[in-house]
């Protein structure tokens, strides 16, 4: 089946702990706010990207 | 014979007022497709398809290998006579595309695992299942009918005869169990049931029976929707049941159709005349930070994806406007989205809102 075409993506944190909590991404020209949930289809096809060397998650602002 | 006993023998076709004693078709909930009636349309009634596109609600568009068609796909208030249904989806082609090595498109549903169960897949009781459902197309010919099974790796390939043009017919479709693969029994995406209606030659099988193929594939003379511009394929009543009988389509109503759908994807949406949406409660952190709890209708299949349109507001000492979200915190039972503003006061309470413009929503998918 086809994949999503995700154009950046890029790490929120948690302003009280500074943990990641989820990726802003731009997915077939949307801007979205994805958890990082294995059983969420977007963050599941970030991480397919990401693993096959497509795709790059920036760090999140300081 | 006891009450419960005649009960579970009885099937009742609706149609004729005939009660028969056979243990097939069971009473009760029998429709497994969620808006079946296409009656239900969270993300509008009209789409410009180029690219994997969930359309009616349930329902996506779907592309294999980049297959260069395009479509335009609307809900429609065209439905067969007298058949009770007040909604269809309809496909229009709007290019023209010759049949491409492997590549495909077509209209599909797909079913979490823990919904299936009941099917004993992998087991020599898997069970039957039979697809009914209305269609009508301005092509006539041989469509392919796909159903992928265990994380796509195992398919059967079914096919319908559209006889007329322009024309409704409705359609049934045995599709045997897989003794031979089970189905997982969590919340991801288990079986799918696929109408393509273009496939490139490189996917086309006259294999019969379940075999392990996890592509999207059709059969022999599949129809090409996309040799001309223009041409249409309507699809309502949409019913998957267990066993291997079609029996009447299992009409719910808006309100139950909504909740299911609203499991996999909702939108609180600004409209004209009773305008503004809630979406949820909070505090700024800073000045330009707002967060906000958002309950959710209903528990979601996973944790959800969130998106926003134009024209949201916090109503707080005055009305800062959302610029876009910040950080996603949800998980399936209830979010907690962090919305970046135009300037306020951290430590002001507030609630966050649509306009009542037609493009003012914000969204959560949890889709397959």
């Known amino acids: ?62 | 014979m006891s009450r419960a006993r005649d009960l579970a023998n009885v099937a009742d076709d609706v149609s004729t007022g005939t009660v028969v004693t056979t243990a097939s078709p069971s009473l009760g909930r029998r429709n497994l497709i969620i808006n079946g009636a296409m009656q239900v349309a969270q993300r509008g009634t009209s789409f410009s398809v180029s690219g994997n596109s969930y359309t009616l609600d349930r329902w996506l568009l779907t592309y294999g290998s980049s297959a260069a068609v395009t479509s335009t796909v609307t809900q429609e208030s065209d439905t067969p006579t007298g058949s009770g249904f007040a909604s269809s989806l309809k496909v229009e082609t709007t290019n023209t595309v010759a049949p491409d090595t492997n590549k495909n498109f077509g209209c599909q549903y797909s079913f979490e695992g823990q919904d299936l169960q009941m099917l004993s897949y992998g087991t020599s009781s898997a069970k039957n299942l039979t697809l009914s459902f209305w269609v009508k197309s301005s092509k006539t010919g041989t469509y392919g009918l796909q159903v992928l099974s265990n994380g796509k790796t195992r398919t059967i390939l079914k096919s319908y005869t559209v006889d007329s043009a322009n024309t409704w017919e409705q359609k049934t479709i045995l599709i045997e169990g897989d003794t031979s693969s089970g189905i997982d029994n969590n919340n991801a995406q288990s079986l799918r049931v696929i109408w393509p209606l273009y496939t490139g030659p490189d996917d086309i099988y006259a294999t019969t029976g379940w075999f392990a193929n996890g592509a999207f594939l059709s059969v022999p003379d599949q129809v090409n929707l996309f040799d001309a511009t223009g041409a249409t394929w309507q699809i309502t009543g949409v019913q998957l049941e267990v066993g291997s009988v079609a029996s009447t389509y299992e009409h719910r109503s808006y309100g139950e159709e909504l909740a299911a759908c609203q499991r996999y994807y909702w939108r609180f949406a600004g409209s004209s005349g009773n305008g503004y949406a809630g979406i949820g409660s909070g505090g700024f952190i800073n000045a330009t930070l707002f967060n906000a709890f958002v309950p959710y209708p209903v528990e979601m299949r996973a944790s959800p994806t969130f998106s926003i349109g134009t024209s949201l507001y916090v109503v707080t000492s005055g009305f800062p406007s959302i610029s876009s979200i910040n950080a996603n915190f949800g998980n399936q039972h209830s979010g907690r989205v962090q919305f970046t503003t135009t300037s306020s006061t951290a430590g002001f309470g507030g609630s966050a809102h649509t306009s009542n413009a037609s493009t003012s929503f914000f969204d959560a998918d949890a889709e397959l």
């Open chain 1, 1 to 62: 089946m086809e994949q999503m075409n995700i154009t950046s993506a890029q790490y929120s944190v948690d302003n009280v702990t500074g943990n990641n909590v989820s990726i802003q991404a731009t997915i077939d020209g949307v801007q979205m706010s994805v958890p990082l949930d294995p059983a969420n289809r977007h963050y599941a096809e970030i991480m397919r990207q990401v693993e096959a060397g497509e795709l790059v998650i920036q760090d999140a602002d300081s």
